[in-house]
């Protein structure tokens, strides 16, 4: 019978050397390859090999409606510590044989000795699949116990209302730029398991949650295999259906926990139909919860698979918003992504890129950079050794394409890569998407590593050394943003374009900040550990103060997009406020030992501007809120004495002619401080006070100035603004 091609054109290998990895030459009625080894008996050619064959237990188990051992409580009566507490949360309750394969192994590993020319030799099965990026790896032997399957079944029980949770991840979509996952891939995931979820809710012994439970257990501890013939829809299937594992279910808790995190400040969430009375916080925790069930599952089994990388990112993000980065969970889970991206290869690319279909490789390429721009972001605030070093990676940039067109295949795809440049780079001048934003992130967090190794690393034992190293790398950060397609580049007048959202041109401007907050890092560097001059330091400073202005003019449109700018200007304003605010008090005082290389009244007008940007920006549950009054107080105290000693003193923010005093306020404050107490706090006004707390400002002196800038430079500062979820 003849045999069908693959959509890749290419006849289909026998079973035997498909699923060894190994190339086959397509013989009849058996090939070469299982002529030479002897197993004649089993070449054969499956007509659609990616097709898993359940078995009628496996059905039974969707479809059955019999008694089981427990019913799972209603998702409003259980909280996140009753499921953490639950026996299914232990690993002895997933039983058997464990053991997985090793994952990635490099050049220097005890399997690179066995590498030799396939073509030429059959492989030894021992080391067929070592260090195999393109597999999934888990095993079949698990035993799964009622434990595990009881606390899968009280997590389904969460989404209770299915299409709530769909509409928050489908209004994510429309905002964030940094999601991996495709959103057909998520539509595709809420289309299969709809028929399942209606028959659970109809069924009031809560037999059907444990069945489900059940199969998706036993999908989960299997493995699939991937190829270069495995289509997009192929794929989709071996997640979704009768194939659905906790790796994607992981994904819907996460991404909806997400959601409302973002959200949870505002009077209504981005979508209809929010249940009447939901608890915002309470949702989010037993989202996270249920989202640690999955990830916690597909771990304890041995799982390496592009699934748990997409859902490890993503509940990365989470921790992030939610406890916020100087949370030590937020900190694992970022050691947990890095780990899995390691030991799935994703570092390198593959040697035969032809193993791996073009979508996947654009997908595997996105994650990993995602994942280092993140390890960037989470090393400079936090002030560590990032985890992943690019003098270990050989991962080349994804290309620009959006999720559809990752998507495409045959004609179509080959219609949309010819409309890329030679770097990859789209030649559509109005593009601004996912695949976008990502290149442009990894080639300034490339440059932000040379920071972090000059300024974490060992010091050196020369200043001229140290001088001609931010030298080199001021230069490539200005080349790498000179490079950037002009499109790309933050350009004030962006927002006057008709034709470009408001959350683009922002996007557009948080990269510029980052690329302006490089060469500050790097100037501070040098009047810190050098004896250069502040010059350069203030104007990169007045630069950032002037990109952050902009920000509070363009308010509205960051408001019609739903952004939050409070993490940007609290990462990208207060450090730079505060060099100026210091230098202005050196200079009113007599004491700055150079001439100000800046319009000394537009510094002015800028903190100005900058304090009041603070009082509606920030809000009382923003992770930084503490800080930001703090430092508020100390910045108009400075200025305040600065324009007396200009005679400007009624011109101040208050009534009383000062700007640290209250006088009148207004509506746009930080903080209540009707009460009076430090900025109100202490008195009711927003809760208590950071342990580490600014230098006092009753009596304004050098000195505490001094003190205040370096309490500046040292406070933890989420450096991932909300954007870059």
């Given at each position: 019978m003849e045999r069908k091609l693959r959509r890749n054109g290419k006849p289909p290998s026998c079973e035997p050397c498909r699923k060894a990895k190994i190339r086959c030459d397509h013989g009849s009625p058996t090939c070469a390859k299982c002529q030479r080894r002897n197993i004649r008996d089993k070449c054969s050619y499956h007509p659609a090999p990616m097709t898993r064959r359940y078995s009628p237990a496996d059905k039974e188990l969707i479809q059955s409606t019999s008694t089981t051992p427990s019913k799972p409580s209603?998702?409003?009566?259980?909280?996140?510590?009753?499921?953490?507490?639950?026996?299914?949360?232990?690993?002895?309750?997933?039983?058997?044989?464990?053991?997985?394969q090793s994952g990635y192994l490099g050049s220097t590993s005890y399997a690179a000795v066995f590498e030799y020319d396939q073509s030429q030799f059959d492989p030894i099965p021992s080391t067929r699949s070592i260090g195999s990026p393109y597999l999934s790896h888990g095993t079949s032997k698990t035993h799964i116990t009622p434990g595990t399957i009881r606390g899968g079944a009280r997590i389904l029980a969460y989404l209770s209302d299915l299409k709530f949770h769909e509409d928050l991840?489908?209004?994510?979509?429309?905002?964030?730029?940094?999601?991996?996952?495709?959103?057909?891939?998520?539509?595709?995931?809420?289309?299969?398991?709809?028929?399942?979820?209606?028959?659970?809710?109809?069924?009031?012994?809560?037999?059907?949650?444990?069945?489900?439970s059940e199969a998706i257990c036993?999908?989960?501890?299997?493995?699939?295999?991937?190829?270069?013939?495995?289509?997009?829809?192929?794929?989709?299937?071996?997640?979704?259906?009768?194939?659905?594992?906790?790796?994607?279910?992981?994904?819907?808790?996460?991404?909806?926990?997400?959601?409302?995190?973002?959200?949870?400040?505002?009077?209504?969430?981005?979508?209809?139909?929010?249940?009447?009375?939901?608890?915002?916080?309470?949702?989010?925790?037993?989202?996270?919860?249920?989202?640690?069930?999955?990830?916690?599952?597909?771990?304890?089994?041995?799982?390496?698979?592009?699934?748990?990388?997409?859902?490890?990112?993503?509940?990365?993000?989470?921790?992030?918003?939610?406890?916020?980065?100087?949370?030590?969970?937020?900190?694992?889970?970022?050691?947990?992504?890095?780990?899995?991206?390691?030991?799935?290869?994703?570092?390198?690319?593959?040697?035969?890129?032809?193993?791996?279909p073009f979508f996947l490789t654009q997908l595997r390429k996105r994650s990993f950079g995602n994942a280092y721009s993140s390890d960037k972001g989470m090393a400079t605030f936090l002030g560590r050794p990032p985890r992943i070093s690019r003098r270990y990676c050989s991962c080349s940039l994804p290309l620009e394409l959006s999720d559809e067109e990752i998507l495409f295949e045959g004609p179509a795809l080959h219609s949309v890569l010819q409309k890329l440049d030679e770097n990859g780079w789209s030649t559509n001048e109005t593009d601004y998407h996912r695949g976008s934003w990502c290149r442009v992130r990894l080639l300034a967090n490339a440059i932000r590593e040379d920071v972090l190794e000059l300024c974490l690393g060992a010091p050196h034992q020369h200043e001229e050394d140290a001088v001609e190293r931010v030298r080199q790398i001021s230069q490539k950060s200005a080349d790498t943003w000179q490079a950037l397609p002009a499109r790309m580049r933050y350009d004030p007048e962006c927002w006057r374009n008709k034709s470009r959202s408001g959350n683009s041109c922002y996007i557009s401007l948080i990269h510029y900040l980052d690329y302006l907050f490089t060469d500050f890092l790097l100037q501070r560097f040098l009047v810190k550990n050098t004896r250069a001059t502040p010059e350069a330091l203030l104007s990169v400073s007045k630069r950032l103060m002037s990109a952050m202005i902009t920000l509070c003019m363009e308010r509205d449109?960051?408001?019609?997009?739903?952004?939050?700018?409070?993490?940007?200007?609290?990462?990208?304003?207060?450090?730079?406020?505060?060099?100026?605010?210091?230098?202005?008090?050196?200079?009113?005082?007599?004491?700055?030992?150079?001439?100000?290389?800046?319009?000394?009244?537009?510094?002015?007008?800028?903190?100005?501007?900058?304090?009041?940007?603070?009082?509606?920006?920030?809000?009382?549950?923003?992770?930084?809120?503490?800080?930001c009054v703090q430092a508020r107080d100390m910045l108009r105290r400075i200025l305040d004495e600065v324009l007396e000693g200009d005679g400007g003193g009624g011109g101040g923010f208050g009534g009383n002619g000062g700007i640290g005093e209250r006088g009148g306020g207004n509506g746009n404050d930080v903080g209540g401080e009707e009460d009076g107490g430090f900025m109100g706090i202490g008195s009711g006004g927003g809760g208590e006070i950071r342990a580490k707390a600014p230098p006092p400002v009753s009596n304004l002196s050098m000195e505490n100035a001094e003190e205040f800038l370096a309490w500046l430079e040292s406070e933890e500062w989420n450096m991932e603004p909300y954007i870059t979820i």
């Open positions: 209603s998702p409003s009566a259980t909280n996140i510590t009753d499921v953490q507490n639950d026996e299914s949360f232990t690993n002895s309750n997933i039983n058997g044989a464990t053991q997985t991840i489908n209004s994510f979509y429309a905002l964030s730029q940094t999601m991996i996952v495709p959103k057909p891939f998520m539509k595709a995931a809420f289309a299969s398991i709809q028929n399942m979820h209606e028959l659970a809710l109809r069924d009031s012994t809560g037999t059907t949650f444990y069945r489900w036993r999908n989960s501890v299997q493995p699939f295999e991937v190829n270069e013939g495995t289509t997009v829809q192929e794929f989709i299937a071996s997640f979704t259906g009768q194939n659905l594992r906790w790796e994607i279910m992981g994904m819907i808790f996460t991404l909806s926990g997400l959601v409302m995190t973002t959200f949870i400040d505002r009077n209504k969430l981005p979508i209809k139909g929010e249940p009447q009375g939901l608890d915002r916080k309470k949702f989010i925790t037993q989202m996270e919860g249920a989202a640690e069930f999955c990830i916690h599952f597909s771990q304890s089994v041995g799982s390496v698979n592009d699934l748990l990388v997409w859902l490890l990112y993503e509940h990365f993000v989470l921790l992030s918003m939610f406890h916020g980065d100087s949370d030590y969970r937020t900190w694992r889970g970022s050691g947990e992504l890095s780990s899995l991206l390691f030991a799935m290869g994703l570092h390198q690319d593959p040697k035969v890129e032809q193993n791996t449109r960051i408001i019609e997009v739903k952004l939050d700018a409070a993490s940007t200007i609290a990462a990208y304003g207060l450090t730079p406020a505060g060099t100026l605010a210091v230098e202005l008090l050196r200079h009113a005082r007599n004491l700055a030992t150079i001439r100000l290389p800046i319009s000394r009244s537009a510094v002015i007008q800028d903190i100005s501007v900058f304090i009041s940007t603070l009082g509606w920006a920030v809000r009382p549950r923003d992770g930084n809120y503490q800080v």
